[in-house]
């Protein structure tokens, strides 16, 4: 995950490159509270975070109220070189299909997530719930982490997109494959199922070989260590 780039390329405030990076073997605990990516990853950052010498956690999954109603949560209020930065971070699949990237749940699309993580999450910490959470705080410097992986399907010809919503996708993170069920005959090596803790990094002891298809998407590891989401025909209906 410390080697993993962002989805994003940096350049274009507020999207950041990977803070991880220069991290030599971090000590990571295993998340066992949750199966659900979000948490496993924002669990992750915080460990990391915990252990950069460059970051100070202020506050995490802060959530924010006007009146009694929840308007939104911060994942993390960091200091970093006497600036306090509101990050939010995420960790994202998506797929090619029709010009759009689309998650394995295909309510989920890049182009939808990035908005609206730029347009009210990161926007959180400009609001008076803020202000009066965090009244010390007079600026605060907005950062997006987004890491995953882009997949292509190699048995349909798509042009790839350069960039979503202005944003320019980086490249090196396209680096998965997808395809549909009926085509999986054509990968031509064993694929076996990765656990969600998994997905980023796979595994070296592959074990649960996917012989059946289910009607959801199963994202594998073939045999040669290449990545493939295969989902049902109907998808991204």
Known sequence: MTETQPILLPGSSPITSNPFASLESPEIEPFERSVR???????????LFIQHPGYEIVA????????????????FLLRHEDAIE???????????????????????RLDKKLHRMLTHQLKMSETEAFAERFPDVQKVIPKLLMQGRLYLNPFEEERVPEQCCGYTLNPDSVNGYWCYQHQAHRIG??????????????????????????????????????FWMVVPEHWPT
């Open 86 to 108: 509101h990050w939010e971070v995420a960790l994202k699949f998506y797929l090619l299909k029709g010009g759009q990237w689309y998650g394995p749940d295909s309510r989920d």
């Open 37 to 47: 990516l979000g948490f496993i990853y924002q669990d992750l950052c915080r460990q």
């Open 189 to 226: 090596e064993a694929l076996y199922k990765l656990a969600k803790p998994d997905w980023l990094t796979g595994t070296d002891e592959p074990e649960n070989m996917l012989n059946a298809f289910p009607d959801y998407s199963v994202h594998c590891q073939s045999e040669s260590g290449h």
């Open 60 to 75: 995490e999954e802060v959530q924010l109220q006007s009146g009694k109603t929840t308007i939104g949560a911060i994942d």
